[in-house]
């Protein structure tokens, strides 16, 4: 990040155009497609973005590719519908929303910062088969529990907080808290990388024995890089809920985790703007593919596209970006830094 | 790792994925006069792929038959697919309503998703969710949502008759009942334990997620075990897995059925376990075998249309099921000659009073909550034609959804779970 000024202003210009989209997609489309647009494309991408983003945290930063990251999602969902009132069933219920969704990051931060320390001594397939086990072990447990999850049902009708007098699934509420939500957490997470923990992270990335050398203690700063990850997934999960009216297991399964990271990858794995450019490309063929192409065999063409991404650009999309860039300046990027 | 790539690869690259992009973007057009819009959801993927498919097939045969239209009006039916997960359900109903623009939603096929959909109906005006095939009891039952209908019978109605008759008839005392940990199968083992235990039999239950591949701990268990029968409420690849682990367990129990186990999607399926279902008594809406006109009438052109593209020999539950909601609507468009105005009131209320014999000769009505009181068959799994089939010995007449409880008596009992499985003595 060598070149402050232009991406504070491509930045500036994106989120500009984020603020902008529902009049802009009102301008080009009909009322109700505009309005799909905006929350179910739009808006599920932004979630979805912020969950990955978590993991893009992690892989760019730390180098720790996580694929607990919708599991702690999902802890934070389940803590809100656990805990807020008006759900079905209820099982503990009486809290207000603010209440519920502090518990829910709470919650997630915990679980988060419990993952970095049950992982702290793994690296790379190790780390992923580790959080991979991790995710799967919330998973069952959360679907055979009936008691305090409700079991594959789920726990239903967690509608979200009403806002200036709006329910929350109003498709604008629930889009610029969602625009909102995501663009305080991408400010978060530039600003905390080049921050002195930040800098520590990328050194441990690079090498860690020379960091512990210089004295700083690698496993804690590992341990509270997955607790802000645990944050950012919260935040994303909490989102995610209310945008479900409620959660089950399936949110969270091997389908979810995955999806996690196709959506990290196909943005590409170099910069947090990749977790939402994956992110819209996920929702807009996950909804479209079965429009497109044949209703039974759809997957295929989610397939096919997200390995022609990763084929031609091994750092995704947002890297393909940056290529395209380099080569109207004549240079060629040397790629992502590490490896 | 580098790599470099050539100035055209990127370009090519970038064409490529602009172009898909641009074609998830069109938006069709609105017309006056517009055709009336159905959404189809099922799930052609996860366990139950192979019921959704069918679900489609008989949906589009009398559709074609009717050559797409009700009630005067053009019919488009716009498909869409789920995994049987509800944020997926979900997820597909959003963009069938908001997207495609429907106007009405047929479907979905398993229980937690028809829960998630009676939960987003509540928060749609002027549009209508009619069930496909899931069958959890309380979709209707409790806190049931004014925009949701079902046609078609639930889990517990499905065994009506037969706890009775294990008890009763076959004088078995004890039997183990495995089943899928989810809201389906909890109503299809609350109807047969409903009746059982009443009647002074004991029940002891063995459950297991949905997706589950692995049976042979609870096997083993129910092998030492001194029951009478076992009792399978599985469906979908989850009962083929149970059964051929069943059947090479050298499993010898009597066997009695689930709705979804004893059905065309598992008696097609090759396997070990075709062995051991013969005899199999089972509860349902359908049955292969039925005397009955309007059955051999819809079998026959089920299997004239589907036999060589895929179809199976008789058609499934879940594609008599959607057929039989698909009637639901078409009888309630009819009635308004295809007018949805006014939010649809008028249809609603058309199709609350809609009456009807479904493709198995059952009569079809609705009561208070929008639910399906119909006609319910006890079928044993024979050898006939050179095939395993099921076909139907008893018909229990006009089953309500508290199977003849009164409603707060049956309510008292509490919502059908795995702690609450209906095993009531007395």
């Known amino acids: 990040m060598s070149r402050p000024a232009p991406a504070i202003i491509g930045s500036v210009a994106a989120l500009a155009l984020l603020v902008l989209a529902p009049a802009l997609l009102l301008a080009v489309l009909p009322v109700n497609q505009a309005q799909f647009w905006t929350a179910n494309i739009l808006g599920r991408a932004l979630v979805f973005g912020i969950v990955a983003m978590s993991l893009t945290f992690l892989a760019t930063y730390g180098g720790f590719v996580s694929l607990a990251q919708m599991t702690v999602a999902g802890i934070a969902g389940y803590t809100v519908a656990i805990f807020v009132q008006g759900a079905v069933p209820t099982i503990v219920g009486g809290f207000g929303y603010p209440a519920a969704i502090a518990l829910g990051l709470a919650a997630a931060t915990v679980s988060g910062a419990l993952v970095g320390a049950i992982a702290v001594r793994t690296r790379d397939i190790y780390l992923l088969m580790i959080t991979l086990a991790l995710a799967m072990g919330v998973f069952r447990f959360i679907e055979t529990n009936i008691t305090w999850f409700n079991g594959y049902e789920g726990i239903r009708n967690v509608v979200g907080p009403e806002m200036f007098g709006l329910p929350f699934r109003n498709t604008y509420v629930f889009y610029y808290s969602a625009l909102g939500t995501a663009a305080l957490l991408y400010a978060f997470v530039l600003y905390l990388v080049r921050s002195p923990f930040g800098l520590v992270l990328q050194g441990i990335r690079d090498n860690p024995r020379r960091v512990a050398a210089l004295g700083y203690d690698v496993a804690l700063h590992r341990i509270a890089s997955f607790a802000v990850a645990g944050f950012v997934a919260g935040c994303g999960g909490v989102l995610a809920t209310f945008y479900n009216i409620g959660i089950s297991p399936g949110s969270i399964g091997l389908g979810a985790t995955v999806n996690i990271l196709i959506i990290s990858v196909v943005g590409g794995l170099w910069h947090p703007i990749g977790a939402f450019v994956g992110a819209l490309v996920f929702a807009v063929f996950d909804t479209f593919a079965a429009t497109i192409y044949d209703r039974n065999r759809f997957n295929t063409l989610i397939g096919v596209v997200f390995l022609a991404i990763v084929l031609v650009s091994p750092d995704g999309l947002s890297g393909l970006v940056r290529r395209i860039a380099g080569l109207l300046h004549n240079t060629v990027p040397t790629g992502s830094r590490r490896r | ?426």
């Open chain 2, 1 to 426: 790792m580098t790599i470099r790539i050539t100035r055209r690869q990127a370009l090519v690259g970038g064409a490529g994925i602009a172009l898909a992009g641009a074609a998830g973007i069109k938006a069709p057009a609105i017309a006056q006069n517009a055709p009336i819009r159905i959404g189809g959801l099922t799930t052609l993927e996860g366990p139950f792929a192979t019921g959704g498919q069918d679900a489609y097939r008989c949906v589009q045969m009398e559709l074609e038959r009717l050559n797409y239209t009700a009630g005067g009006r053009k019919i488009e039916f716009i498909r869409e697919s789920s995994n049987a997960q509800a944020d997926v359900a979900l997820a597909r109903a959003r963009k069938l309503i908001e997207q495609d623009n429907v106007d009405i939603i047929l479907g979905p096929l398993s229980g937690a998703e028809g829960i998630a959909l009676r939960d987003y109906s509540r928060t749609l005006t002027g549009k209508s969710i009619v069930n496909g095939s899931s069958g959890a009891s309380d979709t209707t039952l409790r806190n049931p949502s004014p925009n949701f209908f079902r046609f078609s019978t639930d889990g517990t109605q499905w065994m009506a008759g037969l706890g009775n008759h294990v008890r009763k008839t076959m004088n078995i005392a004890e039997v183990a009942i495995v089943a899928g940990d989810y809201a389906f199968p909890y109503a299809q083992v609350f109807g047969f334990n409903l009746e059982f235990c009443r009647a002074g039999g004991k029940s002891t239950q063995y459950w297991a997620p949905l997706g589950t591949t692995d049976f042979s701990a609870q096997i083993a268990q129910i092998n030492r075990s001194s029951v009478g029968a076992l009792v399978v409420v599985h469906g979908g690849t989850d009962g083929l897995a149970f059964m051929t682990q069943y059947a090479q367990a050298g499993g010898k129990l009597p066997l009695i059925g689930g709705s979804i186990m004893a059905d065309a999607t598992m008696l097609s399926a090759r396997g070990p376990h075709r062995s051991v279902m013969m005899g199999m008594v089972s509860g349902g809406p359908i049955a292969d075998i039925n005397d009955d006109p309007n059955w051999n009438d819809f079998v026959a052109r089920y299997r004239a249309r589907w036999l060589k593209e895929g179809g199976f020999q008789s058609p499934s539950i879940h594609g008599v099921n959607y057929v039989t909601n698909l009637q639901g609507i078409l009888a309630g468009l009819e009635a308004v000659r295809g007018d949805l105005s006014g939010n649809q009131a008028a249809f609603q209320k058309a199709m609350s009073a809609a009456k009807f014999k479904n493709p198995m000769g059952a009569e079809v009505s609705l009561d208070k909550n929008r639910q399906a009181i119909s006609d319910i068959f006890l079928n044993r799994i024979e050898e006939r034609d050179g095939r395993a089939q099921t076909v139907a010995f008893a018909r229990a007449s006009q089953v309500n959804q508290t199977l003849g409880v009164p409603e707060d008596r049956f309510l008292a009992l509490g919502a059908p779970s795995r702690d609450n499985a209906g095993c009531i003595a007395g």
